[in-house]
C-alpha cells in the first residue's frame, strides 16, 4: 500500500512543476498500471485522493489525470472515480471561498463576481450549469465565485456532477488511446467546445423562450 502511494502522490505532487503533463503520464503508464492489476481497489482509492486533492486545491493538471483514469482503469470505474472525485474537489473549493476565502474572492474577482451574480439571479442553477460547460470562466474560478453566492451545497454539487460529466467521459476516453494524444487540444477541438457551448446554453435558451412566451399565453 505505502508502494501505491508513493507511485501515485510522488510522482504527481512531489516532483518539480510540469509533472502533471501529458509527457509524464505517458511514461509512467506503464508502471501505474501494473500497480493498477495488482492492487485495484487501492489504487482507486489512492487515485480518488489525488484528484480530490487537485481539484480542491486548484492544481494544474485535472485534465491530465482524467487521461490518465482512461488509460489505467475500465470506463465505469474511470466515470465513477473522476465523477465523484471532480465534483468532491470542487466542493471542497466552493465550501473554502464561502467559509475561508470569502473576502479575498471578493477583492481579488470583483468584476466576475458581479458578472455572476446577475447570472445566478436571472437563471439559477441553470447559470451553473452553463458555467461548466461553457469556457467562460476556468473551472476553479466557478469553484471560488459560487463559493459567494447563496446556492445550496446539495444543488451545487449535483448540477456539477452532471454538466462535468460530458466532457469526463470524452476525456476518459481519449485516455483509452493514451499513446496517440499528443496536446489536449487533439481531444477539445473547435468544434466539440462549441457543442459544449450550445449545451450549456440550452437551459437559460428554454428559460428565457418560457418566460418570453408565457406571459403572452396568459392573455
Not at 489512492?46 to 492544481?59: C, E, N, T
Not at 465565485?145 to 449535483?158: C, D, E, F, K, N
Not at 493514451?178 to 449545451?199: E, H, M, Q, Y
Request: hydrophobic share 55%; aromatic share 14%.
Amino acid at each position: 500500500m505505502c508502494a501505491l502511494l508513493g507511485a501515485f502522490v510522488l510522482t504527481f505532487v512531489f516532483l518539480p512543476p510540469g509533472t502533471l503533463s501529458l509527457e509524464t503520464i505517458k511514461t509512467h503508464q506503464q508502471s501505474l498500471l501494473s500497480h493498477v492489476e495488482q492492487a485495484p481497489w487501492q489504487s482507486a482509492f489512492f487515485f480518488f485522493a489525488l484528484y480530490v486533492l487537485v481539484s480542491a486545491l486548484s492544481i494544474p493538471g485535472a485534465a491530465i489525470l482524467t487521461l490518465l483514469a482512461g488509460a489505467l482503469f475500465t470506463l465505469w470505474e474511470g466515470t465513477l472515480l473522476v465523477s465523484f472525485a471532480s465534483t468532491l474537489g470542487a466542493t471542497l473549493a466552493m465550501l473554502a471561498s464561502r467559509y475561508l476565502l470569502r473576502d479575498w474572492v471578493q477583492r481579488r474577482f470583483t468584476s466576475q463576481m458581479n458578472t455572476v451574480n446577475a447570472g445566478m439571479a436571472r437563471d439559477g442553477a441553470g447559470y451553473l450549469f452553463a458555467l461548466r460547460l461553457m469556457p467562460l470562466f476556468p473551472f476553479f474560478l466557478v469553484n471560488l465565485l459560487m463559493g459567494l453566492t447563496r446556492i445550496a451545497v446539495s444543488r451545487y454539487w449535483w448540477v456539477s456532477q452532471v454538466a462535468m460529466l460530458p466532457a469526463t467521459i470524452i476525456f476518459l476516453n481519449a485516455g483509452r488511446a493514451l499513446g496517440k494524444v499528443n496536446s489536449l487540444r487533439d481531444i477539445l477541438s473547435p468544434g466539440l467546445i462549441f457543442a459544449f457551448t450550445l449545451l450549456g446554453l440550452l437551459p437559460l435558451a428554454t428559460r428565457w423562450l418560457f418566460s418570453r412566451f408565457t406571459p403572452s399565453s396568459k392573455k
